[in-house]
């Protein structure tokens, strides 16, 4: 675990039994609390990636987002978050966010549809020099700053959003699935930076579907499940095969890439609205116990942290 790699223990970003939830209105208007994140927990050194993985409606996006203070108006946000030891209020997120914090969001609908590219990515305090020079790392040719968000393929405003978030010399990058729509080469060379940055001092959260090649430059890897953290790891343990990672579901994980045969369990991950006691995975855990329908906290188990009353 890379926890000094700017020379502190002390973490980056740190945070602890996180839970959204959203005020909604069922068809006859009455309104109700929808909980989609719950006991969420992460941390992130200066000088690591953090790879966070799980399926899709996990919570992996709605923690980049409650990080960086920009979920809509009807969330409600509980728990503890602190960037560099001071509480992340929502005064701190707007000083942040853009500089010291900075997003690579999933969607390239987070390109102004009206302003040029190279605009875009200089912002306030960059220069065209800088620009050109960072679309030349991901690729992008010249003429590129002169173009509008429609007329970039997808690739290329995925590369575009990239160069956004590093022309500024941020402290923590949280990247949402920067990669899709890029070739394999390109997707390993964005990663690959990620890394470099990290080892600048860097520390970034790096939210993925491309489990293979996160590996290869994580440190650790946060599994997600059902809207709460289930397992933090070296991510060593989990090229060393389904037996080192300590959860049940991670060792579903695992079975389930494809060069593992895409070996899926039964059912589904729980809806948000109708959660079970006790632990989120237990319908489908084969090491599955009267007791996991009690609370289950995060321990400490061989250099990792998890979610489970049975692991080891």
Do not use: W
């Not at 979920?71 to 503890?80: D, I, R, S, W």
């Not at 987070?110 to 875009?120: A, S």
């Not at 895409?262 to 959660?275: E, K, N, S, V, W």
Request: hydrophobic share 40%.
């Amino acid at each position: 675990m890379k926890k000094n790699g700017a020379g502190t223990d002390s973490p980056l970003l740190s945070v602890k039994n996180l839970t959204v939830l959203f005020s909604r209105y069922d068809h006859g208007f009455n309104k109700y609390d929808l909980e989609v994140i719950h006991s969420l927990d992460v941390e992130v050194y200066p000088g690591e990636v953090v790879a966070v993985v799980g399926a899709s409606g996990s919570g992996k996006s709605l923690l980049a987002h409650s990080v960086l203070g920009i979920l809509p108006e009807n969330a409600t946000v509980t728990g503890e978050m602190a960037y560099m030891g001071q509480p992340l209020t929502c005064e701190l997120q707007r000083k942040l966010r853009g500089r010291d914090m900075v997003l690579i969001p999933q969607s390239v609908e987070f390109l102004d549809p009206l302003m040029k590219v190279g605009r875009q990515v200089k912002g306030v305090r960059g220069t065209m020099e800088k620009v050109k020079s960072v679309f030349g790392r991901y690729g992008l040719p010249e003429e590129t700053e002169k173009m509008y968000p429609f007329q970039l393929s997808g690739g290329m405003a995925r590369r575009v959003l990239i160069s956004t978030a590093v022309m500024e010399a941020a402290k923590l990058i949280i990247a949402d699935e920067p990669t899709p729509g890029l070739g394999a080469d390109m997707a390993m060379e964005t990663l690959s930076h990620f890394r470099e940055l990290a080892d600048d001092g860097c520390g970034v959260l790096l939210i993925t579907h491309d489990i293979d090649l996160a590996f290869g430059i994580a440190d650790r890897i946060a599994v997600f499940y059902g809207g709460t953290t289930v397992e933090v790891c070296p991510a060593g343990d989990f090229k060393k095969g389904k037996e080192a990672p300590r959860h049940p579901y991670s060792k579903a994980f695992i079975d389930a890439l494809p060069q593992n045969g895409f070996r899926a369990i039964a059912g589904t991950q729980p809806y948000a609205g109708d959660l079970p006691k006790g632990c989120l995975f237990a319908d489908r855990c084969p090491m599955r116990t009267e007791e996991c329908a009690g609370t289950v906290e995060m321990r400490e188990i061989r250099g990792g942290k998890v979610r489970c009353i049975h692991a080891t």
